[in-house]
């Protein structure tokens, strides 16, 4: 357990938003450098007696303006945000990770499946998509075929681009 909360907090986003506690990610990356043993003890206790304590369930909704409207009477100029503890964050980034790894290990995702794989990134669904795009335009213009029916593709990848 040790282990993978060092790998969870090397990954996190630093700079994020915090929860009611005002706990950041850079406290609770000291806090366990300071003690690692501690955060360990407690996740593990968190997940062997299936316990989510409420304090990392709970979130202020902020609303936060976007920028460049032209007006901010209409309800749709605002993002809310609801920022929960790190702690809590931290726990449910394990156990995803572990959750991720065990339906890998008995087979229990479809190998298209992109997220949550560590061989399937972003660029890799942009890529099944493109690629039979690509050729079928191809063998289009060496047969000479025009389509014969216009099409619309949409897809819509989280960061497929910079």
Same mark, same amino acid.
């Given at each position: 357990m040790a282990y993978?909360? =060092?790998l969870a907090i090397a990954d996190l986003k630093y700079g994020t938003s915090v929860g009611p506690d005002n706990i950041t990610y850079s406290t609770l990356r000291r806090f %366990?450098? &300071? *003690? #690692?043993?501690?955060?360990?003890c407690v996740f $593990? &206790?968190?997940?062997?007696y299936t316990a989510h304590p409420p304090e990392w369930k709970t979130a202020n909704c902020i609303v936060i303006p976007k920028p460049g409207k032209k007006s901010y009477s209409h #309800?749709? +100029?605002y993002r809310p945000i609801s920022p929960q503890s790190c702690f809590g964050k931290l726990l449910e980034t394990i156990v995803a990770k572990r959750l991720s790894q065990t339906a890998l290990m008995?087979?229990?995702?479809? #190998? +298209?499946q992109m997220g949550a794989q560590p061989e399937n990134s972003a660029i890799d669904a942009l890529?099944? $998509?493109i690629t039979p795009i690509a050729n079928s335009i191809s !063998?289009?213009? *060496? *047969? %000479? =075929? %025009?389509? $014969? !029916? #216009? &099409?619309v593709l949409t897809h819509d990848i989280e960061k497929a681009f910079n």
């Open positions: 993978e909360i =060092q %366990n450098e &300071a *003690t #690692p043993h501690l955060v360990p $593990t &206790a968190c997940l062997r #309800p749709k +100029s008995y087979g229990a995702t479809h #190998p +298209s890529l099944r $998509t !063998r289009m213009k *060496t *047969t %000479n =075929q %025009n389509p $014969t !029916r #216009p &099409a």
